[in-house]
């Protein structure tokens, strides 16, 4: 069984509270579940965490091929413009990555048009609300199934 590791990122424990006219009502309990139905119905386990810490979201990436992580669905929220490490975490791990957002950060303030995060991911999916993760979530099983090419 394939094995993905699940990043949320900080303040993404307030989801559903949160500036729900750019996030949405949905909570990240409400997001976690579906990509847990996700992906029990695709034979995929996840293992989820949220941290509003950098060091520890290094911390886990880095410890994701020791954890046996076939591949990496990460939203790292505010971190996407500005974490170096979080970078260089994904790039020393060399696991297929796929970055997620909720909003469209390329239709929002300036400052968030960059990801350092996406050059050195599979993709990037951002926009489609809650449906970011589960787009990003199938991305990465089709990746591991070979359906498509990283």
Do not use: C, W
């Amino acid at each position: 069984m394939k094995k993905i590791l699940v990043i949320h990122g900080p303040n993404l424990n307030l989801l559903g509270q949160r500036e729900k006219d750019i996030y949405g009502k949905t909570t990240l309990a409400e997001i976690n579940a579906q990509l847990e139905k996700f992906a029990s119905q695709h034979r995929v386990e996840l293992k989820i965490i949220q941290s509003n810490h950098e060091g520890e979201i290094v911390d886990i990436i880095g410890q994701a091929k020791k954890d046996a992580m076939d591949a990496i669905l990460i939203n790292p929220a505010a971190y996407t413009h500005t974490s170096i490490a979080i970078r260089d975490a994904i790039l020393a791990v060399s696991l297929p990555t796929v970055e997620v957002h909720l909003s469209n950060i390329y239709a929002r303030e300036d400052f968030r048009h960059t990801s350092l995060i996406a050059p050195v991911s599979f993709g990037q999916i951002s926009g489609f609300g809650t449906e970011s993760y589960v787009l990003g979530l199938q991305a990465l099983i089709n990746v591991l199934t070979k359906k498509i090419e990283p």
